[in-house]
């Protein structure tokens, strides 16, 4: 195509363009607007763009989708040509906010870092890529310039790749249809579900297409017919009204074609009759019950399909009352009845129809879409651009970044590469040394912004530190980090503790709660975790400790003289180690159950006021309680050889994807395969997902792992770990 004829389509365009855009043109809007369209025809009139169309063709087509499919003024029209300038280098910042204003750069700005995104690799599909969407937006008109480039591109959906035809159906599907239903742009909405359907099924859409055409003079005639007495009715009683009919949307039918499993002629609300009172009323309400008897005495009501939204409004604002009649014939018909203001609301979308359409919680995106919307349709009318005094979405408290499988990450401001880390996977901050943040390397103290992308380096050398406490402001990492630290700690205090118990041992010193706390308060520490962690670090001279403990200051600490014994005594003192799973020894323990040790772990012993001695894994959420408060309390523990026989009870956390036969196929594995005997199962599924936890018996720690190895190897799951009860 010659420039020359690109520029006489492109003026045709631009001079609709105007005359759809003319009520919201202020003093100088119009001069503006034609600078923009004039330099963007210089500076891109022969570029072409994917779908082989002149890229300024392009910009004023979603232009006029902008002006007047969805009612924008020129504010929102404006970046549909910056943003191509920009992109393609032929325009600078500085010189867009001279010319058209600092909310077109921030709108174009905001556009362009979303291109960056590469959406191709992003799971666009959650709601935290919709909030990414409009947190880099900046302001709503960029999503209403996305939402408007969509369409666009529907409409050239066959010119295009296959792989950019996937991305805009992708898009459609799983981000502007839910917008333009949240925004009340109905319009906008039908048309992307009717696109997505006629690419995506094609053979069905024309199926009903063809259908409803074949349909349409019989439905006309019967609508015509049924409105007959209604009207006379409504005339002798002095109401002015007009009727409408109208099919359901093709997505619609076939929805209800499927869940009512009948032909497209016997879908029960295939369309529906309108009633619009037109009249000046002084009582909106008395009227539309006043029509509604008259109908109900004419054709009799199926009242248990009453739906009465004009005494009480729904939630979302919509206003109409709907019936449902029978005829002679025995067919039934919805009737909805309305004033003209009513019918104006639910066409043009003042209402919040997605929770009319949706349930679930309200969150605070849709109360900011509402608010947008109520701008919309509220705008004081000739001269005035509905968004033109609209403030963009206010500061979030939180970002949005993104892993290198494109999976969105929702985060608070001001988190840090290593907030992300451990939002992860716990062993991935565990380990982070750094991270590349959009292909830049960065210290794992580095703080993130909206729309990073991050590739988290770790390292096996790697470990937790008490200074990575002030580089997070999660909850969750923090809690990680304080929790790492402490299982260091433990096996340092452990160390001590057995070092200070061989010195005890050697001087004949009685080892107890007196003499750990004369130590405590010699050296001013406040836990005896503090005490045995200096003693494995080596900052207490043992010889100072020997001197504090042998002195003879106090009748609680003394030395034991060796006693000689005739006569074996009849309790045996508490010994330096538990042998667990030696039945020679009559010693009562039992094994903890808030960590479940089995034969191979780490363990310790604790004496119990009343219960004996429990057996606790080293890494027990408790450990540090028990040691901190109560070390004197603590003994050592070992495993018996022949105690790896088991039984033994292990509590595991499986997830993944949910499928059905799931549950079949672990118990199978587990029964048949392992012959491991399964005490209990709680699994629990939501948005196709599962989150279950199964009580097995194993041997040993060995046998888990084996356990673990194989349920890791069935379809479908994604993660088994042990769980502590």
């Known amino acids: 195509m010659e ?59 979603i232009a006029l989708i902008l002006a007047h499919r969805m009612g924008m003024g020129p504010q929102t029209v404006l970046p549909a040509f910056v943003v191509e300038m920009l992109r393609f280098g032929k325009i600078e910042p500085t010189q867009i906010s001279s010319t058209f204003g600092e909310v077109t750069l921030k709108i174009t700005q905001g556009l362009l870092s979303i291109e960056k995104l590469n959406l191709s690799k992003v799971s666009t599909g959650s709601e935290n890529f919709r909030e990414l ?38 898009l459609a599907r799983d981000v502007f249809i839910p917008f333009a239903h949240r925004l009340g742009l109905y319009n906008i909405k039908t048309q992307l579900e009717n696109d997505v359907m006629r690419y995506c099924e094609p053979e069905i859409y024309r199926d009903i297409a063809q259908k409803m055409e074949e349909l349409r003079p019989s439905q006309q005639s019967f609508f015509t017919d049924f409105i007959i007495p209604i009207r006379e009715a409504l005339s002798e009683a002095g109401i002015e009204c007009e009727f409408k009919w109208r099919f359901k949307t093709i997505p619609s039918i076939y929805q209800k074609i499927k869940k009512q499993n009948v032909d497209i002629q016997h879908v029960y609300d295939l369309f529906a009759v309108r009633i619009i009172l037109t009249g000046q009323l002084s009582d909106e309400i008395a009227e539309c019950w006043r029509v509604y008897s008259i109908v109900s005495n004419i054709y009799p009501p199926d ?131 750094g991270a590349r943040v959009n292909g830049k390397v960065v210290p794992l103290k580095h703080r993130l912004s909206n729309g990073d992308k991050i590739e988290i380096l770790s390292s096996k050398n790697q470990f937790p530190k008490i200074d990575w406490l002030q580089y997070c402001v999660t909850s969750k990492a923090r809690n990680k980090i304080r929790r790492a630290l402490s299982e260091d700690k433990l096996a340092e205090a452990e160390t001590g503790k057995s070092a200070l118990l061989r010195h005890c041992r050697k001087w004949k010193v009685n080892y107890n709660d007196e003499m750990v706390e004369k130590l405590l308060k010699h050296f001013k520490m406040k836990t005896a975790l503090e005490l045995y962690a200096s003693f494995s670090h080596s900052d207490i001279d043992w010889a100072e400790v020997k001197r504090i403990l042998t002195e003879n200051t106090s009748s609680e ?77 603590v003994v050592e523990a070992r495993w018996f050889e022949k105690a ?55 041997t040993n720690v060995a046998h888990l792992d084996s356990v673990i190895h194989r349920l890791m190897k069935v379809k479908s799951v994604a993660r088994v770990k042990r769980f502590y009860d």
């Open 303 to 433: 009242t248990s399909r009453l739906r009465d939204w004009i005494t009480r409004a729904r939630p979302s604002g919509y206003e109409s009352l709907h019936t449902t009649v029978m005829t002679p014939e025995g067919k039934f018909v919805e009737v909805q009845i309305r004033t003209r203001r009513m019918d104006e609301i639910a066409e043009k979308g003042d209402a919040a129809h997605w929770h009319y359409k949706e349930a679930g919680r309200k969150s605070e995106i849709d109360t900011w879409l509402r608010e947008i919307r109520e701008v919309l349709e509220s705008y004081p009318g000739e001269g005035a651009d509905p968004l033109h005094t609209h403030q963009p979405l206010p500061s979030s408290t939180h970002i949005f970044v993104l892993t290198p499988a494109g999976d969105v990450k929702e985060l608070p401001q001001g988190a840090s590469v290593l907030d992300f880390a451990f939002e992860v996977h716990s062993s991935l901050g565990a380990s982070c040394t």
């Open 133 to 170: 969407l409009i947190s880099l937006s900046n302001d709503i008109r960029g999503i209403f310039y996305l939402m408007a480039r969509n369409l666009y591109d529907l409409n050239h959906y066959s010119s295009l790749p296959t792989a950019s035809q996937q991305l805009i159906i992708q």
């Open 3 to 61: 420039f020359e004829e690109i520029k006489t389509k492109a003026d045709a365009k631009y001079l609709a363009l105007v005359k759809v855009i003319k009520p919201y043109l202020h003093r100088n809007d119009t001069a503006v607007l034609r600078k923009a369209y004039e330099t963007s025809l210089v500076h891109l009139g022969e570029i072409i763009n994917e779908a082989r169309q002149p890229l300024v063709l392009q910009q004023l087509d």
């Open 557 to 633: 600490i003394h030395i034991v003289p060796p006693v000689k014994r005739k006569k074996p005594v009849k309790e045996e003192p508490a010994p330096n180690a538990i042998i667990i799973g030696d039945e020679s020894k009559n010693i009562h323990y039992s094994l903890a159950r808030c960590c479940s040790p089995i034969y191979g772990d780490d363990v310790f012993g604790f004496i119990t006021v009343n219960r004996g001695i429990t057996i606790h894994r080293k890494n027990c959420p408790n450990a540090l309680t028990l040691f901190s408060k109560h070390a004197y309390r």
């Open 644 to 698: 790896g026989e088991g039984p033994y009870q292990a509590l595991l956390r499986i997830t993944g994807d949910d499928r059905i036969g799931l549950l079949a196929d672990i118990t199978h594995v587990l029964t048949n395969e392992l012959n491991v005997n399964i005490l209990s199962v709680n699994l629990d599924s939501k948005d196709g997902f599962f989150d279950g936890k199964m009580k097995v018996q194993v």
